[in-house]
């Protein structure tokens, strides 16, 4: 156990996450660069799906080897932690087929990122489980800087690949704490997780802007200012969220659950419908609850 404050406080108060399961089908005209008003924040969306076959995994390892020495409880709720990720990643993988079929060089991309994972394995176990520990909280971060610029980024996407997005964030915000607990019931040292923070910070910021550039020159948008203004203010929006996230989250005493939780995510996620495993599609005027994300084999996606 640690030293810190939090730690005092049982996280078995915490129920095990919901487990959703949600498969998504995307028509054959799906357009990878699926906010076409804004083909820059798709391009950089894009690069963390590329990413999450591999981050998510090697997330759920960390978590998963840690298992004997944590409580019931808090394996417990790991488990559907973790049946939470393998549903991410294992969808954002068929999206990924789309994405690297236009754009093949998003194949090196991903291959670096494999690299990367498997670096990250080899460091010692309390590193990994408080780089997936800081993870977790940039992914929070994520979801609260698309919720605060949700009409801006989604009103005019591709409804089918925005609700993938806008699920895959509402869950990581549902289970922002579980990977802490984890992290502080194992370890708790705040240096390490500071320390793993910078990693995970500019390893994603890395991948996110090279992935994206891959797709902007296959795009031939490379050469237009607007699409490097567009870059440089998505980056800098992004990190005057994740920044000072990140920063908050290794002081002494602070635990994600401290964080506020963004409103209308976490709202519309609770429109699943488990006897369909479906979302309602993401759509600007707010659901009617007849367009709904689809399993396999339904005639709506
Ligand atoms: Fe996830
Ligand atoms: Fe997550």
Redesign the pocket.
């Known amino acids: 156990m640690t030293d810190s404050p939090t730690a005092a406080e049982p996280h078995a108060v915490e129920a095990p996450l919901p487990v959703r399961r949600v498969s998504f089908y995307y028509p054959a005209d799906t357009d990878p660069m699926w906010a076409p008003h804004l083909p820059e924040f798709a391009a950089a969306a894009n690069a963390i799906s590329l990413g999450m076959p591999y981050a998510?995994p090697l997330?759920i390892k960390a978590v998963r080897s840690t298992f004997d020495q944590i409580d019931d409880d808090l394996r417990a709720r790991s488990e559907t932690?973790i049946r939470?990720?393998t549903g991410?990643h294992t969808q954002h993988k068929r999206f990924n087929d789309i994405i690297v079929a236009r754009y093949p060089a998003a194949r090196r991309v991903q291959w670096m990122m494999a690299k990367n994972s498997a670096w990250v394995w080899r460091r010692s176990p309390k590193f990994r489980v408080a780089y997936a520990a800081a993870?977790?909280t940039i992914?929070?971060g994520v979801a609260r800087w698309t919720e605060e610029n949700l009409g801006r980024l989604m009103d005019r996407a591709d409804p089918v690949p925005a609700t993938l997005y806008l699920w895959?964030l509402a869950?990581?915000i549902e289970?922002?704490s579980?990977?802490f607990d984890v992290f502080e019931a194992t370890d708790g040292s705040r240096l390490r997780y500071a320390w793993a923070a910078f990693v995970g910070f500019t390893t994603i910021a890395f991948f996110t802007a090279v992935g994206a550039l891959v797709q902007l020159w296959g795009e031939k948008r490379l050469r237009n200012p607007l699409t490097w203004f567009r870059l440089v203010r998505l980056a800098v929006s992004m990190a005057f969220v994740l920044v000072p996230t990140l920063v908050l989250s290794a002081l002494p005493g602070h635990h994600p659950r401290d964080f506020t939780d963004p409103i209308y995510l976490p709202a519309w996620l609770a429109q699943y419908d488990p006897e369909t495993g479906t979302m309602p599609l993401w759509s600007p005027h707010g659901s009617t609850g007849s367009d709904r994300s689809a399993t396999e084999g339904s005639a709506l996606a």
Request: proline share 0%; aromatic share 18%; net charge negative.
């Open positions: 998510e997330f932690y939470q990720e991410h993870g977790e992914s929070y895959h869950e990581e289970h922002k579980n990977t």
